[in-house]
C-alpha cells in the first residue's frame, strides 16, 4: 500500500508540473526611450482591449520613478510586489481590480529587493509568483523610460517587448538608443514598435518605415511594426477624467487603432517569440542578468 501512495504521489507530481508548464503566461514588456510618448497609457489600455477580447491580462507597474496606472485609474493601491517579496502579503492580495475587469499590481521599489532574498526566501516567493500563470494570459510589464541599467535588463528578461516612439525626432533618437543597447546585449530580442501621436497615417507610416530601416542597417536587426495612433482629443480628454480612453471614448479614432494592434499581439503563434516563459521564467531570467551585472563589475 505504501508503495503504491508513493507511486500514485509521483504521478500526481508528474501531472501538475505537466499542467504547470502548459499554463505559462506570456510575458509582455512596455517600454520607451524617453518618458511623457504615452507609454503607460498604450500600456492599460491595450491591457483592457486584450482582457475584453478574452484574454485574461494583467498589468504590473514596474515604472518606479513614476508609477502612473494608478493615477491613470484615479487609484490608490493600498499594497505593492514590495510586500510580496517581502513575504507580508500574497500575490492575490496585492492584486487591484480597475474598470472592465483589468488588474494590475503597483511595483514600488519591490522587484529590486530580490538581490536581498536568501535561496529559502526566494523559493517560497517564486511559489507565490508562479500563481500569477494561473490568473493571466498575458503580463504586461509598464518599464521605466530611458536606457538605464535596470529598465534595459527589466526588457532583456522577457521574450518580447514593444517599444513606443512618438515622430518627434527626440522621441526617434532615444527609442534607437534603446534598441540599440538591448540588441547588443541579446539580438534575438522580438521588438515591436508603436508610432504614438502621429498627425496622420502618412506621418506614422513614414516614421515607422524610417526607423525600422535604419535598425535593420545599422543594428542588422529586424524590427516588427506594430502599429500607430494618431492624435486624438479623445485621449487627452480621457487621461483629464483618469478613464482609459478605449472605454471612456469606445468608437474614438484612438480606441480603434489599439483595438487593432491587441489583435495583431494575439494573432496566430509567433515563431521568433518561442513558447511563453510564465512570470518565475521571466523572474530567473532578470536574476540570471543581475548575477550576470555583479560578475562583470
Request: proline fraction near 2%; charged fraction near 25%; charge should be neutral.
Amino acid at each position: 500500500m505504501d508503495q503504491a501512495e508513493k507511486l500514485r504521489q509521483i504521478v500526481n507530481e508528474l501531472r501538475e508540473r505537466q499542467r504547470a508548464s502548459l499554463q505559462k503566461g506570456r510575458i509582455i514588456t512596455v517600454t520607451s526611450g524617453k518618458g511623457g510618448v504615452g507609454k503607460t497609457n498604450f500600456t492599460l489600455n491595450c491591457a483592457i482591449a486584450l482582457n475584453s477580447m478574452g484574454h485574461r491580462t494583467l498589468i504590473i507597474d514596474a515604472d518606479f520613478g513614476l508609477s502612473n496606472i494608478d493615477v491613470m485609474l484615479g487609484m490608490i493601491p493600498r499594497y505593492n510586489l514590495f510586500h510580496v517579496i517581502t513575504n507580508k502579503k500574497s500575490i492575490e492580495e496585492v492584486i487591484v481590480e480597475g474598470p472592465c475587469g483589468i488588474r494590475f499590481i503597483a511595483g514600488g521599489s519591490g522587484i529590486w529587493e530580490l538581490l536581498n532574498l536568501s535561496t529559502q526566501d526566494m523559493e517560497v516567493l517564486m511559489k507565490q509568483l508562479e500563481r500569477l500563470d494561473d490568473l493571466a494570459d498575458i503580463i504586461m510589464i509598464d518599464t521605466g523610460a530611458g536606457v538605464s541599467d535596470k529598465v534595459i535588463r527589466m526588457i532583456l528578461a522577457a521574450n518580447e517587448a514593444i517599444v513606443i516612439t512618438t515622430p518627434e525626432p527626440t522621441s526617434v533618437t532615444d527609442a534607437y538608443a534603446l534598441v540599440k543597447s538591448v540588441v547588443t546585449i541579446k539580438k534575438d530580442m522580438s521588438l515591436r514598435v508603436v508610432v504614438n501621436r502621429a498627425e496622420s497615417a502618412q506621418e506614422a507610416t513614414d516614421v515607422m518605415d524610417k526607423f525600422i530601416r535604419v535598425v535593420e542597417r545599422f543594428l542588422d536587426v529586424k524590427l516588427e511594426p506594430l502599429g500607430y495612433i494618431l492624435y486624438d482629443d479623445a485621449v487627452v480628454k480621457a487621461t483629464k477624467r483618469q478613464r482609459p480612453f478605449v472605454l471612456e471614448y469606445p468608437r474614438s479614432h484612438a480606441s480603434r487603432q489599439v483595438y487593432t494592434m491587441a489583435h495583431a499581439i494575439v494573432a496566430g503563434e509567433r515563431a521568433d517569440v518561442g513558447e511563453a516563459q510564465g512570470f518565475r521564467g521571466y523572474v530567473n531570467q532578470f536574476l540570471k542578468l543581475l548575477d550576470f551585472k555583479r560578475k562583470a563589475l
